[in-house]
């Protein structure tokens, strides 16, 4: 299906999604692209959020807000290996909002404030910076994945 610009409804929609990720969407128009089930929605022709299951910022809508909640800093051990698809291990992690919940849509960011990825706690904060062992997110969006292929 072509892209085109969505209702002033379902843009209202949108942000009310994203506000629950404590993201404020910029009061622009915004077009969609609709794809088997998976939707993307553009600002300025650039891929801003993507839905399929869950609602997703993409990379170059969290690199232009800069958003101060849900974040999780690495170090920079662990950047290339987020950059090239892979899981965040509470040993890579320096810094977290502290409101993270198990199952929470996280957005991470090296130490320069660049974000690099967008993924879901395993756990809270609080027991992934008390253990600092394992898994702690498990990345569903980076530069390079599906989502950047196929929309961009």
Known sequence: MARH???????????E????????????????????GE???YVNGRPYVYVSEKVIPTL?????????????????????????GANVFAQGITQMDP???ENSVVFIRNNKNQYVGVGVSKKSA?????????EAIILIHY??????????
């Open 39 to 41: 939707k993307c929605y």
């Open 17 to 36: 999604s994203l506000n629950t990720l404590g993201i404020s969407l910029p009061d622009v128009s915004v077009e969609v692209d609709e794809r088997k």
């Open 60 to 84: 170059f809508l969290l690199n232009e807000i800069r958003p101060d909640m849900m974040c999780v800093t690495v170090d920079d051990g662990a950047v290339p290996h987020i950059i090239n």
């Open 5 to 15: 610009f969505v209702s002033k409804k379902d843009v209202k929609a949108l942000r």
């Open 126 to 134: 609080g027991e992934i910076m008390e253990d600092k062992k394992g």
């Open 143 to 152: 530069p390079g994945d599906k989502i950047m292929k196929t929309f961009t």
């Open 99 to 101: 409101n993270i919940k």
